[in-house]
């Protein structure tokens, strides 16, 4: 294991700490989370935060980044259809519980009241687009899709209809609409 900035060699202890006190702290009041903040929760001092996290930004991509898109896996189905859908039913699990919306309000938020919130925000749906870029380069190397060109509009249906939804209080897609989005986001694709 490499040395921290300080020459000490960083503590799995501490690294649970202050990641645990920045997501609760980022969902109990927002962006608006502080160093001190995080310290004081985690019960260790503010070097040992900006040993972990440079800015405030990465402190807040690193917590959002644990309740969103380090939990969603998607499997290798064997056909670009077969993957949208086990990527739509991921995403949706961890986007249907109140923690992951209570997330994504105040990203919303944070993105319309200032430009670090918009930071943050650009960050957390470039990641997303990660994870449906790699899927569809998936369906290329198969020969079901000539290109990935078309990622961002499939990510963009994807995390439209989670915005959508939790504007309306309506329920995130569930098995029958789960798979009519996946045919969208496929057609969306290029298929």
């Known amino acids: 294991m490499s040395k921290g900035r300080g020459g000490r060699r960083p503590d799995p202890a501490v690294d649970e700490a202050v990641r645990r006190a920045a997501v609760e702290l980022l969902l109990e009041q927002g ?4 160093f001190d903040e995080v310290a004081e929760r985690a019960g260790v001092g503010r070097t040992s935060v900006f040993r972990r996290y440079a800015t405030k930004q990465e402190l807040v991509l690193s917590a959002a980044e644990q309740l969103t898109i380090e939990r969603i896996e998607v499997p290798d189905t064997g056909s670009l259809r ?5 990527m739509v039913r991921a995403v949706y699990r961890v986007f249907g519980e109140t923690a992951t919306q209570t ?9 319309l009241r200032e430009q670090a919130g918009a930071t943050i925000m650009h960050a957390i749906l ?4 990660a994870l449906v870029t790699g899927l569809l380069e998936r369906a290329v190397a198969r020969g079901e899709l000539t290109d990935t060109t078309r990622a961002r509009l499939v990510a963009d249906l994807l995390s439209g209809v989670i915005m959508a939804r939790m504007a309306t209080g309506l329920p995130l897609p569930e098995t ?5 989005l996946a045919e969208a986001m496929a057609t969306a694709a290029g298929t």
């Open 103 to 111: 997330l994504a309000r105040h990203a919303l938020v944070a993105t």
């Open 176 to 180: 029958d609409e789960a798979r009519a």
């Open 126 to 129: 470039d990641r997303r687009l």
């Open 82 to 86: 077969g993957d949208l859908t086990a």
């Open 31 to 34: 962006f608006e989370l502080t």
